[in-house]
C-alpha cells in the first residue's frame, strides 16, 4: 500500500518496487481516510506500507498507529517516506518502521534499502502459500482422505462425531473433537467461531445475523451463507481476523 498525495513520487515508488518485484500489486491512496476506510473493510492483507507523513486530514502516523494496533499487522513493514523534516527516532521508536527515507529521495539508494525486504516479502508470500497447499490425512467413515488445508470451509461437532466440509465434500470424522483436529491443522486462518463450529476466515466476505447472538458467515466465492454458526463469544475475533463486514438483508 501507497499514502502518497503527490503522484510524481508514487509513481516512482511503484516503478522501483515493480523492478525488483514483478508480481507486485499496490494500492495507492492520496489521503489518509481512504486508505482506512480500505484497511477496515477489506479482506485482504497488505505485505508492504510506505506513507507519507504529511497528508490532508489524516497525517502519517496516526495511519502507522492505526496499522500496529492490528494484530496481523503487529510486525508488518512500514516505510515513511516524506519531505517532512520531522523527528526519525520517534518513528522508528514509536511505529517501529522499517525505514524512514526523506525526500527527495535517490533511486538507486532507496533499492538498495528495500532490496532486502522486497526480497524477504517474496519469500514470505512464496512460504504462506506452501503452507496453505498442505493437504491433511482424514479418517472417515469412508477411509482416508486427504483434504487440502486451503479448500476446508468449516468444521462441526456433531455428537462423537467431526464433520468437514470443503468447497466440494464433505467428510465426516467419527469420535474426533473440534480442538485436537484445529490442533493438527495448525492453520492461523481456521479458528474456533462456537462451541461446535470452527471456520476458515480466509473464506468469508460477510456474515448474516440470524437470531440473537449468533450470525451465520458467507462463502466469498459463491456469496452464499454456508453451514456453520458463529457465536458472541468468538464474534469479535473473527470479524478482526477476516476484516468483514455484517450484512443486512
Not at 519469500?123 to 498442505?134: C, L, T, V, W
Not at 451463507?225 to 450484512?247: G, Q, R
Request: charged fraction near 25%; include cysteine.
Amino acid at each position: 500500500m501507497i499514502i502518497e498525495d503527490t503522484e510524481k513520487d508514487s509513481l516512482r515508488l511503484q516503478k522501483m518496487i515493480t523492478k525488483n518485484n514483478i508480481d507486485a500489486t499496490f494500492v495507492v491512496y492520496s489521503n489518509g481516510e481512504d486508505a482506512l476506510d480500505y484497511l477496515k473493510t477489506t479482506g485482504k492483507t497488505i505485505d508492504m506500507f510506505f506513507i507519507d507523513i504529511v497528508l490532508p486530514t489524516i497525517d502519517g502516523y496516526q495511519i502507522a498507529s492505526f496499522i500496529r494496533n492490528k494484530e496481523e499487522y503487529i510486525t508488518t513493514p512500514i516505510i515513511f517516506v516524506t519531505g517532512y523534516d520531522g523527528n526519525p527516532l520517534n518513528a522508528f521508536q514509536e511505529y517501529h518502521c522499517y525505514s524512514y527515507i526523506q525526500k527527495p529521495f535517490c533511486e538507486a539508494e532507496l533499492q538498495k534499502q528495500l532490496l532486502p525486504l522486497l526480497s524477504a516479502t517474496d519469500n514470505n508470500k512464496k512460504a504462506r502459500i506452501s503452507q496453505m497447499e498442505r493437504r491433511i490425512s482424514l479418517n472417515t467413515r469412508k477411509g482416508v482422505s486427504l483434504v487440502r488445508v486451503r479448500d476446508i470451509l468449516s468444521l462441526e461437532v456433531d455428537g462423537k462425531d467431526l464433520i468437514v466440509y470443503t468447497e466440494k465434500a464433505t467428510h465426516i470424522i467419527p469420535r474426533k473433537t473440534l480442538d485436537s483436529l484445529l490442533k493438527e491443522l495448525n492453520e492461523p486462518s481456521i479458528i474456533k467461531c462456537h462451541k461446535s463450529f470452527a471456520v476458515n476466515t480466509e473464506k468469508l466476505s460477510g456474515v448474516v445475523k440470524k437470531k440473537r447472538d449468533l450470525w451465520q458467515p458467507i462463502n466469498k466465492a459463491t456469496g452464499k451463507e454456508f453451514n456453520c454458526l458463529i457465536s458472541k463469544t468468538y464474534y469479535d475475533e473473527v470479524m478482526a481476523k477476516s476484516m468483514m463486514v455484517e450484512v443486512s438483508y
